[in-house]
């Protein structure tokens, strides 16, 4: 089954603990992208990669690590996490083609991440 | 960063209504994406737009990419319960320039539907 998985699907952690959470996709698909949803804010882009070793930023990545070394995984790092990090986040992959399939983000699960 | 606005914020309505909502930004982008979110879930995209003036139907929903390039709407019609969710609209940048794959979304419209 074609899917993106996220891991852990909840966390509750201190401020300072360094924490990783992993994404994965099985669908062979270049462009992978993180991003942190909270009320009223809609969902804001941290990174995202075009494609293996290559990452950029999105409009929120202050306090957030990435990396793609290979093309199936992009974990999100926080190596000091804060309160304000409090968030649920979502991983996402798509094709790298043109028209609508290159349009179609596939979401992970979510991971729901609380930072005392 | 750059912002869309969307509006309205929330919507309660009838079954059977049609719904419109519409997003806004400061900056022109070269495609419209329409996204829906159901409880616990992450988003699914339901239309895309790649021209100024362009309107896209997909069943009943109906998008349109503003003349200008920085609006766009969203209409469903004859509303049913499970179009129950989130609503987002995001917009994206040309293949090829250097903002390419950054996804910048609006802040969401929540819609409730009283059968």
């Known amino acids: 089954e074609a899917q993106v998985t996220q891991n852990p699907r909840y966390l509750i952690t201190v401020t300072g603990k360094k924490l990783t959470v992993t994404c994965s996709q099985n669908?062979?698909?270049?462009?992978m992208s993180w991003y942190r949803q909270d009320p009223g804010l809609g969902l804001r882009q941290i990174y995202y990669?075009?494609?293996?070793?290559?990452?950029d930023k999105g409009d929120v990545p202050e306090g957030y690590k990435v990396s793609r070394k290979e093309k199936r995984n992009f974990p999100l790092i926080l190596e000091s996490p804060s309160p304000n990090q409090t968030s649920l986040y979502f991983c996402?992959?798509?094709?790298?083609?043109?028209?609508?399939?290159?349009?179609?983000?596939?979401f992970g699960p979510g991971t729901r991440l609380l930072v005392l | 960063g750059q912002q869309l606005n969307q509006s309205p914020q929330s919507m309660f309505i009838q079954e059977g209504e049609d719904v419109s909502m519409n997003c806004t930004s400061s900056s022109i982008f070269n495609t419209w994406l329409w996204y829906k979110q159901d409880p616990g879930e992450g988003p699914v995209l339901l239309i895309a737009?790649?021209?100024?003036?362009e309107l896209t139907s997909n069943g009943r929903l109906t998008a349109q990419f503003g003349i200008t390039r920085k609006d766009s709407f969203l209409n469903i019609s004859a509303s049913i319960p499970s179009d129950v969710g989130i609503y987002f609209c995001?917009?994206?940048?040309?293949?090829?320039?250097?903002?390419?794959?950054?996804?910048?979304f609006g802040q969401g419209t929540i819609l409730t539907v009283h059968p």
């Open positions: 995001a917009g994206q940048h040309n293949a090829g320039g250097t903002s390419y794959g950054k996804l910048t």
């Open positions: 990669s075009m494609n293996v070793e290559v990452t």
């Open positions: 996402a992959s798509k094709d790298s083609g043109l028209g609508l399939a290159g349009e179609t983000q596939y």
């Open positions: 669908m062979n698909h270049e462009y």
């Open positions: 737009l790649y021209k100024a003036g």
